[in-house]
């Protein structure tokens, strides 16, 4: 057995393991987080039933991407010194306790954006501690295969979220639901308690401010390519739901499981392609697709459009994502580590809220079709960036 190479100790492993302890764990908990915070992509449906409009549903879904915005900066910077489990368990607790008033509120208020603050903020905690930790501990030649994984319990709760919950509010009703969702987020901080972090050693408790980070050689591109595919990949999924709804389709669900099932196929069987080929000969040609299954979205008529700009959707962004972020990752030193992931999830998330606001605009005054060709277009502004001026990290 060998110790970390990387500057941190106290968690034991062989050469090249992916599947230690401590990662089942940090997934764990990180899988039932998400299912409690993906089954809030029904949400929309509650504020149409409560008589809102397409442009509350973008204000209110994006006031998580708000907060999130300004408490992952210091989400970073605080585990990088305090370390990452306290923090992915608080996130699970918060997650919990701010679910729990939505089975009760039954007119359109204020507490709608207020909680929904609450669970950006939750968001920041667990995915920057459990991305952090899964970082800590698998190795650096293997790390995109790793968050690849960790992503692939992420992104399962974009199809059996919704896919549950939607039963659920058919014969039960919201209140259930909501009162369902709010005890994963509990057990989700129950799982946390259990994780054993690694201890970090003296070089690595101090390192440099964010901003040094982002401006290091390639990350600013690559948080800027982030921010664009959030602009696309968070509103896409928010919309879904009324989209389906405005064309008549009732079984709007398919495409969460259709996204869901060729993302976790892409990074089951082909997780090894980034670290294999290069993370920004991955990544470029996925942005572009990614760019087109969202454009593909506006002239969506039936259900088998929805599966198939699904398997698109899933397939690109299940490469983008890892690539991206172990790219960051790996252009930063360990001691910032935090700081380079609170920078992935920032970019990402500022884009998700700013598309949310605006095309939660743009669709209510022009629809939803040139929503999506927006977004998609959008999108391919990134993909341009990033494949001119994005650095690789070999």
């Given at each position: 057995?060998?110790?970390?190479?990387?500057?941190?100790?106290?968690?034991?492993?062989?050469?090249?393991?992916?599947?230690?302890?401590?990662?089942?764990?940090?997934?764990?908990?990180?899988?039932?987080?998400?299912?409690?915070?993906?089954?809030?992509?029904?949400?929309?449906?509650?504020?149409?039933?409560?008589?809102?409009?397409?442009?509350?549903?973008?204000?209110?879904?994006?006031?998580?991407?708000?907060?999130?915005?300004?408490?992952?900066?210091?989400?970073?910077?605080?585990?990088?010194?305090?370390?990452?489990?306290?923090?992915?368990?608080?996130?699970?607790?918060?997650?919990?306790?701010?679910?729990?008033?939505?089975?009760?509120?039954?007119?359109?208020?204020?507490?709608?954006?207020?909680?929904?603050?609450?669970?950006?903020?939750a968001f920041s905690l667990c995915f920057i501690s459990a991305g952090t930790?899964?970082?800590?501990?698998?190795?650096?030649?293997?790390?995109?295969?790793?968050?690849?994984?960790?992503?692939?319990?992420?992104?399962?709760?974009?199809?059996?979220?919704?896919?549950?919950?939607?039963?659920?509010?058919?014969?039960?009703?919201?209140?259930?639901?909501?009162?369902?969702?709010?005890?994963?987020?509990?057990?989700?901080?129950?799982?946390?308690?259990?994780?054993?972090?690694?201890?970090?050693?003296?070089?690595?408790?101090?390192g440099k401010g964010i901003l040094t980070t982002l401006f290091r050689k390639?990350?600013?591109?690559?948080?800027?390519?982030?921010?664009?595919?959030?602009?696309?990949?968070?509103?896409?999924?928010?919309?879904?739901?009324?989209?389906?709804?405005?064309?008549?389709?009732?079984?709007?669900?398919?495409?969460?499981?259709?996204?869901?099932?060729?993302?976790?196929?892409?990074?089951?069987?082909?997780?090894?392609?980034?670290?294999?080929?290069?993370?920004?000969?991955?990544?470029?040609?996925?942005?572009?697709?990614?760019?087109?299954?969202?454009?593909?979205?506006?002239?969506?008529?039936?259900?088998?459009h929805f599966i198939e700009t699904g398997i698109l959707f899933g397939l690109?962004?299940?490469?983008?994502?890892?690539?991206?972020?172990?790219?960051?990752?790996?252009?930063?030193?360990?001691?910032?580590?935090?700081?380079?992931?609170?920078?992935?999830?920032?970019?990402?998330?500022?884009?998700?809220?700013?598309?949310?606001?605006?095309?939660?605009?743009?669709?209510?005054?022009?629809?939803?079709?040139?929503?999506?060709?927006?977004?998609?277009?959008?999108?391919?502004?990134?993909?341009?960036?990033?494949?001119?001026?994005?650095?690789?990290?070999?």
């Amino acid at each position: 057995m060998a110790k970390y190479s990387n500057g941190l100790d106290g968690v034991a492993k062989e050469v090249g393991s992916i599947l230690n302890r401590e990662f089942i764990l940090v997934t764990l908990s990180g899988f039932i987080f998400f299912f409690n915070f993906h089954s809030f992509l029904l949400l929309p449906l509650r504020v149409k039933e409560l008589g809102g409009s397409e442009s509350d549903i973008g204000f209110i879904m994006g006031t998580a991407g708000f907060s999130t915005i300004f408490t992952t900066p210091a989400v970073g910077i605080l585990i990088d010194r305090l370390g990452r489990k306290w923090f992915l368990a608080l996130g699970g607790l918060i997650m919990a306790l701010s679910t729990f008033p939505f089975a009760y509120l039954n007119t359109l208020n204020f507490l709608f954006p207020l909680l929904r603050i609450l669970h950006g903020a939750a968001f920041s905690l667990c995915f920057i501690s459990a991305g952090t930790l899964t970082a800590d501990v698998t190795p650096m030649q293997k790390r995109s295969q790793a968050l690849g994984l960790f992503g692939v319990f992420t992104i399962v709760n974009y199809a059996l979220a919704p896919f549950v919950g939607k039963r659920i509010v058919e014969n039960y009703g919201f209140h259930i639901f909501f009162l369902t969702v709010f005890i994963f987020g509990f057990l989700s901080f129950l799982v946390a308690l259990f994780i054993k972090e690694p201890v970090k050693t003296g070089s690595d408790i101090e390192g440099k401010g964010i901003l040094t980070t982002l401006f290091r050689k390639g990350v600013l591109v690559s948080a800027f390519t982030l921010m664009i595919s959030g602009s696309g990949f968070i509103p896409t999924l928010t919309f879904i739901p009324v989209f389906a709804k405005d064309i008549k389709i009732e079984a709007f669900d398919i495409f969460f499981i259709a996204y869901t099932i060729s993302a976790l196929a892409i990074r089951i069987l082909g997780g090894w392609i980034p670290d294999r080929l290069g993370k920004k000969r991955t990544a470029t040609p996925a942005l572009l697709f990614f760019s087109f299954s969202i454009i593909g979205i506006s002239f969506v008529s039936r259900v088998t459009h929805f599966i198939e700009t699904g398997i698109l959707f899933g397939l690109s962004h299940g490469l983008v994502y890892p690539s991206i972020y172990a790219l960051v990752i790996d252009l930063s030193p360990v001691i910032e580590r935090g700081r380079a992931f609170a920078i992935c999830s920032v970019a990402f998330t500022l884009g998700g809220m700013l598309g949310s606001f605006i095309y939660g605009l743009v669709a209510q005054f022009w629809g939803f079709h040139i929503m999506y060709l927006t977004a998609g277009g959008v999108c391919l502004i990134g993909f341009i960036t990033f494949s001119v001026f994005g650095r690789d990290s070999k």
